[in-house]
């Protein structure tokens, strides 16, 4: 007899389809994540019946209505080494109307920069409820870095307004926004979901030595220079000059930095485009008289 280990496994399902409530003439929509070697085949199924067509990761149902109640979704996934099935995901479907929420502040277009201090405020109603209180609020931010996602503020319940500050320090990319999410609930548990983006304000920074051709550090990463990055506004910086360095067999050591900083110091990044020059000079050489 031989035991043998093998990677080929058939597909694990990290995120379950969950249950919905919607009210009358709305869609739902039902999603899947799985693991496991790919490529993936998606079979979605209600009351266990196949579903035409549904053959994705997400299944958007048609408009409901109150026959829809109680309908039952899953989804059959495979790939070339085994089949995994879903938990059931139920539908609800009331003819209670959604309620309806805004961000009123920060207004559409804010930009940030590091250390600003964001405010923020919204407002909600329903028909059936009318206007909502504050315990069916609840806020969320989230950092967007390239493409993927920082929570920042977790989902926090219970208040109409709040406030947080944007780090200064911390990431250096410009490759980044805020969201800020809110979701407002009525008493008959139905949401509704507005977000807005706070883009960041940005400027180059162009780094240069004196002569040219000598490295510095940026955030402690050895650099050739010259050359420009692109910076948030606010965020902190390090900036440092290695000395002593050698360009062409000639030896040079550090004298100043063009914004008057020490040898090695934090830098905040300008509003404006800015140039820092690192200038170096050659030693000096020492002379030796014999008696």
């Known amino acids: 007899?031989?035991?043998?280990?093998?990677?080929?496994?058939?597909?694990?399902?990290?995120?379950?389809?969950?249950?919905?409530?919607?009210?009358?003439?709305?869609?739902?929509?039902?999603?899947?994540?799985?693991s496991g070697p790919s490529?993936?085949?998606?079979?979605?199924?209600?009351?266990?019946?196949?579903?035409?067509?549904?053959?994705?990761?997400?299944?958007?149902?048609?408009?409901?209505?109150?026959?829809?109640?109680?309908?039952q979704f899953r989804v059959r996934v495979s790939n070339a080494y085994g089949i995994t099935l879903s938990?059931?995901?139920?539908?609800?479907?009331?003819?209670?109307?959604?309620?309806?929420?805004?961000?009123?502040?920060?207004?559409?277009?804010?930009?940030y920069f590091g250390g600003m201090v964001v405010n923020y405020s919204g407002s909600a109603s329903d028909f059936e409820d009318g206007d909502l209180p504050a315990s069916a609020f609840t806020w969320q931010v989230d950092f967007h870095h390239n493409t993927h996602i920082h929570p920042f503020i977790a989902a926090t319940t219970g208040s109409k307004t709040g406030t947080f500050t944007i780090p200064n320090r911390g990431e250096t990319s410009s490759n980044v926004f805020y969201r800020l999410i809110l979701t407002v609930e009525d008493s008959a548990g139905l949401t509704?979901?507005?977000?807005?983006?706070?883009?960041?304000?940005?400027?180059?920074?162009?780094?240069?030595?004196?002569?040219?051709?000598?490295?510095?550090?940026?955030?402690?990463?050895?650099?050739?220079?010259?050359?420009?990055?692109?910076?948030?506004?606010?965020?902190?910086?390090?900036?440092?000059?290695?000395?002593?360095?050698t360009l062409n067999g000639l030896s040079y050591v550090f004298q100043s930095w063009s914004d008057g900083g020490a040898i090695s110091h934090e830098i905040s990044t300008s509003s404006v485009n800015t140039t820092y020059t690192a200038n170096f000079i050659r030693p000096a050489v020492a002379s030796v008289v014999g008696k």
């Open 39 to 71: 490529p993936y085949s998606y079979q979605w199924k209600r009351n266990g019946v196949n579903i035409t067509g549904a053959t994705a990761s997400s299944y958007k149902t048609d408009s409901t209505t109150l026959s829809d109640n109680g309908a």
């Open 87 to 111: 938990n059931a995901a139920t539908l609800s479907v009331t003819s209670d109307r959604p309620p309806v929420g805004q961000i009123l502040t920060p207004a559409q277009g804010t930009t």
């Open 192 to 245: 509704y979901t507005v977000s807005r983006d706070i883009l960041p304000r940005r400027a180059n920074m162009t780094f240069a030595t004196n002569p040219a051709g000598l490295r510095i550090t940026l955030d402690g990463q050895n650099r050739m220079t010259p050359f420009t990055v692109t910076g948030v506004v606010g965020i902190k910086r390090t900036i440092a000059a290695p000395s002593p360095q």
């Open 1 to 34: 007899m031989k035991v043998r280990y093998t990677t080929n496994l058939s597909p694990v399902i990290t995120t379950q389809p969950t249950s919905q409530l919607v009210s009358v003439g709305y869609p739902a929509t039902f999603s899947v994540a799985a």
